[in-house]
């Protein structure tokens, strides 16, 4: 379905202002926040959440925002394998940050939820760039108000463990857990593909599929091939809504070195790009992009990965929300 395009939510061209030049924003889109009298008319608002307070290892996901943003400015309109311009189709605008709490976990989690709770009341599906992976759970408290959401997470560990450090609950391995136990997502619609690396022991594992978590490991995907395994992917989500989110720690460590808890063996960035495709026709109401550390990769290939793939859920999401 087309539509006509209006021009105040058009990317600024390079044609017109050097990439390098001028104030960045999320692929170059208008910036606005709440208050701007325009803000009921964004389809698909791109954010930030700078904040890495769930992280156990290396941090430094609380830059990956700022970074992505830069590095957007390399992104054109359209996508010519897909054939989908999606700043041609939705509006799109830029919302800044979501201003974290860097020493209280459960105040940042509030922060989160409040600030997509007012995008869901206006119809703005939200696009999030992370951030440590806890931010997903504030972003599906905000979304699934409404009832359990079906999840697709692209990742090379499950998230799905039930503490660290002697019972602390909220970290960037557990959010799945506390979606699944908060009622917020529906584990028989929930799907995780790319799991790998080694572990302590296989309770996250065995936990999940108890729940009905359908797990895929590295293996399958390599053996069955992206497009059969995303196929399966799709059957399992249906029609119902859905959210996608999108660990950077999917993709092999060659191609995304920026990261806090590297695993080999992973997929390269052409079929980081393929999943994404492949989830053409799933009922999409927001995702995400996390854990891009720009202190472990200052050169900033982690993070044009990461934003590049952002402009590919892009693409998706402006289907899933044309009008």
């Given at each position: 379905?087309?539509?006509?395009?209006?021009?105040?939510?058009?990317?600024?061209?390079?044609?017109?202002?050097?990439?390098f030049?001028?104030?960045?924003t999320?692929?170059?889109?208008?910036?606005?926040?709440?208050?701007?009298p325009?803000f009921?008319?964004?389809?698909?608002?791109?954010l930030?959440?700078?904040?890495?307070?769930?992280?156990?290892?290396?941090?430094?996901?609380?830059?990956?925002?700022?970074?992505?943003?830069?590095?957007?400015?390399?992104?054109?309109?359209?996508?010519?394998?897909?054939?989908?311009?999606?700043?041609?189709?939705v509006n799109?605008?830029?919302l800044?940050?979501?201003?974290?709490?860097p020493?209280?976990?459960?105040?940042?989690?509030?922060?989160?939820?409040?600030?997509?709770?007012?995008?869901?009341?206006?119809?703005i599906?939200p696009?999030?760039?992370?951030?440590?992976?806890?931010?997903t759970?504030?972003?599906?408290?905000a979304?699934?108000?409404?009832?359990?959401?079906g999840?697709?997470?692209?990742?090379?560990?499950?998230?799905?463990?039930?503490?660290?450090?002697?019972?602390?609950?909220?970290?960037?391995?557990?959010?799945?857990?506390?979606?699944?136990?908060?009622?917020?997502?529906?584990?028989?619609?929930?799907?995780?593909?790319?799991?790998?690396?080694?572990?302590?022991?296989?309770?996250?594992?065995?936990?999940?599929?108890?729940?009905?978590?359908?797990?895929?490991?590295?293996?399958?995907?390599?053996?069955?091939?992206?497009?059969?395994?995303?196929a399966?992917?799709?059957?399992?989500?249906?029609?119902?809504?859905?959210?996608?989110?999108?660990?950077?720690?999917?993709v092999?460590?060659?191609?995304?070195?920026?990261?806090g808890?590297?695993?080999?063996?992973?997929?390269?960035?052409?079929?980081?790009?393929?999943?994404?495709?492949?989830?053409?026709?799933?009922?999409?109401?927001?995702?995400?992009?996390?854990?891009?550390?720009?202190?472990?990769?200052?050169?900033?290939g982690?993070?044009?990965?990461?934003?590049?793939?952002?402009?590919?859920?892009?693409?998706?999401?402006?289907?899933s929300?044309?009008?």
């Open positions: 379905m087309s539509r006509d395009v209006d021009p105040f939510f058009q990317p600024i061209s390079a044609m017109e202002l050097a990439r030049a001028g104030v960045p999320f692929m170059r889109l208008p910036h606005m926040t709440p208050d701007h325009r009921d008319d964004i389809n698909i608002g791109l930030g959440v700078p904040w890495d307070g769930g992280t156990t290892n290396r941090p430094g996901a609380r830059h990956g925002p700022r970074q992505m943003r830069d590095l957007s400015t390399m992104i054109r309109a359209m996508n010519p394998v897909t054939n989908i311009s999606p700043f041609a189709s799109c605008a830029d800044g940050d979501v201003p974290p709490n020493v209280d976990i459960q105040d940042s989690l509030n922060r989160v939820t409040d600030f997509i709770s007012i995008m869901k009341k206006k119809n599906v696009m999030t760039a992370g951030g440590d992976h806890l931010v759970l504030p972003i599906l408290r979304l699934a108000i409404d009832g359990p959401l999840l697709i997470q692209f990742d090379s560990h499950t998230d799905l463990f039930d503490s660290y450090f002697g019972g602390h609950k909220f970290t960037h391995g557990t959010p799945f857990r506390r979606a699944i136990e908060e009622g917020l997502v529906d584990p028989k619609r929930f799907v995780q593909v790319g799991i790998r690396g080694t572990a302590y022991n296989l309770d996250d594992i065995e936990w999940g599929m108890d729940q009905g978590v359908r797990i895929i490991r590295i293996e399958e995907l390599f053996e069955r091939g992206v497009p059969d395994v995303m399966e992917v799709r059957e399992i989500v249906g029609t119902l809504p859905t959210y996608c989110t999108y660990d950077i720690d999917f092999d460590p060659t191609f995304a070195p920026g990261t808890t590297p695993e080999i063996g992973g997929p390269n960035s052409f079929q980081a790009q393929q999943v994404v495709r492949e989830l053409a026709g799933v009922n999409l109401v927001g995702a995400d992009l996390v854990e891009v550390s720009p202190p472990l990769d200052s050169a900033g982690t993070a044009w990965l990461g934003v590049s793939l952002i402009f590919e859920l892009m693409c998706i999401l402006s289907q929300t044309e009008i």
